[in-house]
């Protein structure tokens, strides 16, 4: 038998063990206000009753599991056959009754019984043949519809099992595109200027192959995690725009926390990456004096603030959208949906500020880690 038919047959069973107990105490009750109306016998006894549902059962199986193997489509084909099995099934229910009777020895023919009696038996009561054969098509009716109905249910629910699952892969698959956001661009711009570097500043030039290698480490660290601590972020952001300072002089100045002195928060991974790319690439558009790049970090009671401003020229356009911007927005919105926000406007005085608000992510095992410390040393003092 299928593995998939296990919970059919579990329910084709409970359902049958049902019909039999109905069926007996139906009749039971019945015979039992007619003998009181002096009424002879009218309904076979107990004991050949649960013989015949007894008997009738493996037929039962047989027929449940052909009908789920013939299905239903198409309807026009398969619904005349499924009936046939229906009435199959319910034509033997008097053969069944009168072998339960035989069985439970309350057939007085019994020497006599054979397949020619069975025959006239039918022919003599063929309405009362004709009462049972419905009587059992109706409940082999309701066995067909309780087994349709669940293998309705379990259709339904491998199928959105199957569709959560596409969707995860394609999340996944979406952020880990999202996340490797260091464009190209910006490191052929970097190579160019180690490249510019080696001949008349070969220790420089070495520093920034060595620094340029730590962002591309952190970088393939950070593609294969969703999350990582809010001090990661800023340490990568630091690195990257560190190396633009190299590369633009005089012209950059960077302005970021320490990394060690942030708030143990965990943020999308390289969240930032994006802004201060548009910081360094638009506020040294068109702007011929130094411009300044701040990186900030708040949180409140259950929301995370962090911030990237960078002064700009007065001709400066408003960039509201733009590959970067709207990457950020997609991600935040699979992590987050709504809880989670990007605002890029004028900040005035020449600044520009994109903001990201998000949901406060507790880590608890540095806080933990970093009591335990303060505990540690106050005890030794």
Same mark, same amino acid.
């Given at each position: 038998?299928?593995?998939?038919?296990?919970? $059919?047959?579990?329910?084709?069973?409970?359902?049958?063990?049902?019909?039999?107990?109905?069926?007996?105490?139906?009749?039971?009750?019945?015979?039992?206000?007619?003998?009181?109306?002096?009424?002879?016998?009218?309904?076979?006894?107990? /004991?050949?009753?649960?013989?015949?549902?007894?008997?009738?059962?493996?037929?039962?199986?047989?027929?449940?599991?052909?009908?789920?193997?013939?299905?239903? #489509?198409?309807?026009?084909?398969?619904?005349?056959?499924?009936?046939?099995?229906?009435?199959?099934?319910?034509?033997?229910?008097?053969?069944?009754?009168?072998? &339960?009777?035989?069985?439970?020895?309350?057939?007085?023919?019994? $020497?006599?019984?054979?397949?020619?009696?069975?025959? #006239?038996?039918?022919?003599? %009561?063929?309405?009362?043949?004709?009462?049972?054969?419905?009587?059992?098509?109706?409940?082999?009716?309701?066995?067909?519809?309780?087994?349709?109905?669940?293998?309705?249910?379990?259709?339904?629910?491998? %199928?959105?099992?199957?569709?959560?699952?596409?969707? +995860? @892969?394609?999340?996944?698959?979406?952020?880990?595109?999202?996340?490797?956001?260091?464009?190209?661009?910006?490191?052929?711009?970097?190579?160019?200027?180690?490249?510019?570097?080696?001949?008349?500043?070969?220790?420089?030039?070495?520093?920034?192959?060595?620094?340029?290698?730590?962002?591309?480490? +952190?970088?393939?660290?950070?593609? %294969?995690? *969703?999350?990582?601590?809010?001090?990661? *972020?800023? +340490?990568?952001?630091?690195?990257?725009?560190?190396?633009?300072?190299?590369?633009?002089?005089?012209?950059? *100045?960077?302005?970021?926390?320490? $990394?060690?002195?942030?708030?143990?928060?965990?943020?999308?991974?390289?969240?930032?990456?994006?802004?201060? %790319?548009?910081?360094?690439?638009?506020?040294?558009?068109?702007?011929?004096? @130094?411009?300044?790049?701040?990186?900030?970090?708040?949180?409140?009671?259950?929301?995370?603030?962090?911030?990237?401003?960078?002064?700009?020229?007065?001709?400066? +356009?408003?960039?509201? &959208?733009?590959?970067?911007?709207?990457?950020?927005?997609?991600?935040?919105?699979?992590?987050?949906?709504?809880?989670?926000?990007?605002?890029?406007?004028?900040?005035?005085?020449?600044?520009?500020?994109? *903001?990201?608000?998000? /949901?406060?992510?507790?880590?608890?095992?540095?806080? @933990?880690?970093?009591?335990?410390?303060?505990?540690?040393?106050?005890?030794?003092?």
């Amino acid at each position: 038998m299928n593995s998939r038919f296990h919970v $059919p047959f579990f329910i084709v069973t409970v359902f049958w063990v049902y019909v039999a107990v109905c069926d007996v105490l139906g009749a039971n009750s019945t015979q039992t206000a007619l003998t009181a109306l002096h009424f002879s016998q009218v309904f076979a006894p107990s /004991p050949a009753q649960l013989l015949q549902h007894l008997f009738l059962y493996p037929p039962l199986l047989g027929c449940v599991w052909g009908s789920t193997r013939l299905g239903w #489509q198409p309807f026009a084909r398969r619904f005349p056959l499924q009936v046939l099995l229906g009435i199959a099934f319910s034509a033997l229910a008097i053969p069944c009754l009168v072998l &339960g009777d035989i069985a439970a020895g309350d057939y007085a023919a019994a $020497p006599q019984v054979s397949v020619a009696s069975f025959a #006239q038996a039918a022919a003599i %009561e063929a309405p009362i043949w004709l009462s049972s054969v419905m009587k059992f098509l109706l409940n082999y009716a309701f066995a067909i519809a309780l087994v349709a109905g669940f293998e309705l249910y379990r259709t339904l629910r491998d %199928e959105e099992t199957h569709s959560a699952a596409l969707e +995860r @892969a394609f999340a996944t698959a979406r952020l880990a595109s999202l996340r490797m956001q260091l464009s190209p661009h910006s490191l052929f711009n970097l190579l160019h200027t180690i490249q510019g570097q080696i001949e008349w500043d070969p220790g420089a030039a070495r520093a920034l192959v060595v620094r340029l290698g730590e962002l591309l480490r +952190r970088l393939l660290n950070a593609s %294969e995690r *969703e999350f990582w601590r809010l001090g990661d *972020e800023v +340490r990568f952001a630091r690195l990257y725009l560190e190396l633009q300072q190299k590369r633009f002089a005089d012209r950059l *100045e960077v302005v970021a926390p320490d $990394p060690t002195g942030l708030t143990a928060v965990w943020v999308p991974t390289l969240i930032l990456q994006p802004l201060v %790319e548009n910081a360094v690439v638009h506020g040294l558009a068109g702007h011929r004096a @130094a411009v300044t790049i701040t990186v900030q970090a708040s949180a409140s009671e259950d929301e995370l603030t962090v911030r990237v401003v960078n002064t700009t020229s007065a001709e400066a +356009r408003p960039r509201t &959208g733009g590959i970067g911007l709207n990457n950020v927005r997609d991600r935040l919105a699979i992590h987050f949906e709504e809880r989670a926000s990007l605002r890029a406007a004028p900040g005035g005085a020449g600044q520009w500020v994109a *903001e990201i608000r998000l /949901p406060l992510l507790i880590d608890v095992g540095a806080q @933990a880690a970093q009591l335990g410390g303060t505990d540690a040393q106050r005890d030794a003092c």
